[in-house]
């Protein structure tokens, strides 16, 4: 199966940032349930480099947040909320900056955590998926174990762009029998629709750009 992602988009380019942290440009976005002074707190914290990793890119490095002990837990127990009574058994979270935020979210749900790869990575009989990138295709895999049929899921990223990463990882877990409860993520990049490449699953983003 093959998930494409818009040619030639510019990841975390086109839009600057709203002036309310909890409030988004795009309409399809809803505001985090968050206090107003956390999601301030988190968005100060989140450092715009741009043209990295290549030239037209704003990248949203979210290290400055995870270095300060007070907002790390802050942020994970606000991704979690959403989700306390959705009965979840699995956190599935892609690395490299999905684990950091996916396992603290499993902690705080009392589930189980499950990484999503790239190729060759996990040791394990595997399931994949091939899906494309700007200029190129990316692997993701999951171990064929990972979660029995009927398991259910939230699916955990630090960065939704043009959802192509989180709507793999999603396919991926239904491959398993496993259901599909939600993506709870730090940043939504609401001008990229990324929203739109998870159809109608519930979508919860904490900051929106
Ligand atoms: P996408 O598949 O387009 O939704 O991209 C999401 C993945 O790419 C996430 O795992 C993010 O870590 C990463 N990503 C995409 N755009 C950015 C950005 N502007 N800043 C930081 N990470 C990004």
Redesign the pocket.
Known sequence: MSIR?APH?P??TSSPPSPRADHSTHSGTPPSAAAPQLLAALRAAIRDVPDFPTPG?????VAPLLADAALFRQATDAMAAPFADGGITHVVA?EA??FIFGAPVAQRLCAGFVPVRKAGKLPWQTERIEYALEYASGILEIHRDACVPGSRVLVV??????????AATGALVERLGAQVVGFAVLIE?SF?H?RAALRDRRVEALLAY
Do not use: C, E, P, W
Not at 57 to 61: E, G, H, L, R, T
Not at 157 to 166: C, E, N, P
């Open positions: 992602r988009t990841v975390g890119i704003m990248f949203k490095d892609v900056r999905g990223d630090d960065v939704l762009a043009t959802g192509g990463t989180a990049l990229l990324g």
